[in-house]
């Protein structure tokens, strides 16, 4: 059995033993610690960036879009729809090759009056293919029936 004299020599080692076995499980617990915190702020950094890059992108695509709304209410120009003065130049210049200014002019009244609602599809075709068949009268332009309608 020891003595107290050895049990007391062999206390100040042990403390210091456990005292620096603590000190090192410390630093390691917080080693650990700090790099799970490390990695989880880097993750949520890594989140926040691609947020911001869709953000980014989202921000710019909504800009462009504006200045091409922009552009084209200026200009009155959409490319989902052709304008009256295409359709009407298309339509004249279908059965014979050559463009009459009397013809274009009455395709153009009569397309903005169907665009406008004054006249339904069927009138249109039918209005369409009498200003096209038909020849001008005294060369001013307007078909006989055109002339009807706007004296009534």
């Known amino acids: 059995m ?3 004299t050895d049990r007391a020599l062999s206390t ?3 403390i210091l033993l456990y005292g620096l076995l603590g000190v090192v499980s410390l630093i390691v617990v917080l080693t650990v610690v700090s790099f799970v915190f490390e990695l989880l702020w880097g993750l949520i950094g890594l989140l926040f960036g691609i947020v911001a890059l869709a953000a980014t992108i989202g921000v710019l695509a ?3 879009y504006a200045v091409y709304w922009l552009a084209s209410s200026i200009t009155g120009q959409d ?3 052709p304008s009256t003065t295409d359709v009407s130049e298309t339509r004249a ?3 014979a090759g050559v463009t009459s200014a009397d ?3 009455s395709v153009e009244r009569l397309s ?3 665009a406008n ?3 339904t599809e069927t009138e249109l075709e039918r209005r369409l293919e009498q200003a096209l068949d038909e020849p001008a009268l005294d060369g001013s332009g307007a078909t006989e029936y055109e002339r009807d309608r706007e004296l009534n």
């Open 112 to 114: 903005e009056r169907y």
């Open 117 to 119: 609602g004054e006249i």
């Open 2 to 4: 020891p003595s107290t």
């Open 103 to 105: 013809e274009t002019d």
């Open 93 to 95: 210049t279908d059965t």
């Open 62 to 64: 909504a800009i462009g």
């Open 79 to 81: 490319e989902a729809t």
């Open 12 to 14: 100040p080692a042990k």
